[in-house]
């Protein structure tokens, strides 16, 4: 079995920034692709970013991020979102996915920009 959690979420004010961690722990070698995703209330989940870890560390990003997002790799178990100069657009669940054969999902953890 493979748990995901999500933590770093919280209330920021526009302009600020937040980081959120992703740790997968149970029966996983690996993580081939780390997924950030996002999702507002009666919206489609979306794509905010993606590691894919077996190709050298190939990153995308929602368009939407414009170079204000970085996802990274602490260790084989811990992906990071670094989110800077955050926007009120950008509160949402947000969520991590480790694919692995499988996609594994977290829980969502809650961002509010807000003044």
């Known amino acids: 079995q493979v748990q995901v959690r999500e933590s770093g979420g919280g209330l920021v004010q526009p302009g600020g920034s937040l980081k959120l961690s992703c740790v997968v722990s149970?029966?996983?070698?690996?993580?081939?692709?780390w997924n950030w995703y996002r999702q507002v209330p009666g919206q489609q989940r979306e794509l905010v970013a993606r590691?894919?870890?077996?190709?050298?560390?190939?990153t995308e990003y929602g368009d939407f991020v414009k170079g204000r997002f970085t996802i990274s790799r602490d260790n084989s178990r811990t992906s990071i979102l670094q989110m800077n100069d955050l926007e009120p657009e950008d509160t949402a669940v947000y969520y991590c996915?480790?694919?692995?054969?499988?996609?594994?999902w977290g829980q969502g953890t809650q961002v509010t920009v807000s003044s």
């Open positions: 996915a480790a694919f692995r054969g499988a996609f594994y």
């Open positions: 149970g029966k996983i070698v690996a993580v081939s692709v």
């Open positions: 590691l894919t870890t077996t190709s050298g560390g190939t």
